[in-house]
Antibody, heavy 122, light 107 residues
Framework: QVQLVESGGGVVQPGRSLRLSCVASGFTFSDYAMHWVRQAPGKGLEWMAVISYGGGNKYYADSVKGRFTISRDNSKNTLYLQMNSLRPEDTAVYYC???????????????WGQGTLVTVSS | SYELTQPPSVSVSPGQTASITCSGDKLGDKYVCWYQQKPGQSPMLVIYQDKKRPSGIPERFSGSNSGNTATLTLSGTQAMDEADYYCQAWDGSTTVVFGGGTKLTVL
């Protein structure tokens, strides 16, 4: 069965960096675009970034553009999110999500990981 | 940037029909999906491409999308349906957009 397992969260001081990982199993990872979505405590979902199945195309939300970098290693079935210059408002649970295969006129997520909590605090 | 608006909360009695709306400019021209999220859990897809149900999602979940509004309808709402619900669309270029979420309370 499809599984997405995030790791790498923790407590980090403002201005520091953190790298999240998401290990995929149960499907051919290299066939799917992958996303990061976050959820601040008690708040709604916020899309962060997407990477194409081959890694050649990447797009970001304005709130993290220039600070966060999405990448993937298809040989390791792993998705990454490098987060630099972290701010208190980046505190959230970070989910990786698989983009479903469908019409090119839509993007949605058919599988989500369990999330990893990032807390940015001094 | 594109925005989706949902009511913060909706209440329904068990066995009744609950409707959760999601509004956006010309939203009917886009595909909308819906996620259910229960406390402490990850979101789960319940409707995609406006009205399709993933395998395992009960028939009481249905969706529609026209004009500026998409609607998630739960017929014969059960206590287990109490959760937060999020609509989501794609802005047509590179950005995924979520609605702010609606807390469904089954009284």
């Amino acid at each position: 069965q499809v599984q997405l397992v995030e790791s790498g969260g923790g407590v980090v001081q403002p201005g520091r960096s953190l790298r999240l990982s998401c290990v995929a199993s149960g499907f051919t990872f290299s066939d799917y675009a992958m996303h990061w979505v976050r959820q601040a405590p008690g708040k709604g979902l916020e899309w962060m970034a997407v990477i194409s199945y081959g890694g050649g195309n990447k797009y970001y939300a304005d709130s993290v553009k220039g600070r966060f970098t999405i990448s993937r290693d298809n040989s390791k079935n792993t998705l990454y999110l490098q987060m630099n210059s972290l701010r208190p408002e980046d505190t959230a649970v970070y989910y990786c999500a698989r983009e479903a295969v469908g019409p090119t006129t839509t993007t949605y997520f058919d599988y989500w990981g369990q999330g990893t909590l990032v807390t940015v605090s001094s | 940037s594109y925005e989706l608006t949902q009511p913060p909360s909706v209440s329904v009695s068990p066995g009744q029909t609950a409707s959760i709306t999601c509004s956006g400019d010309k939203l009917g021209d886009k595909y909308v999906c819906w996620y259910q999220q229960k406390p402490g859990q990850s979101p789960m897809l319940v409707i995609y491409q406006d009205k399709k149900r993933p395998s395992g999602i009960p028939e009481r979940f249905s969706g529609s999308n026209s004009g500026n509004t998409a609607t998630l309808t739960l017929s014969g709402t059960q206590a287990m349906d109490e959760a937060d619900y999020y609509c989501q669309a794609w802005d047509g270029s590179t950005t995924v957009v979520f609605g702010g979420g609606t807390k469904l309370t089954v009284l």
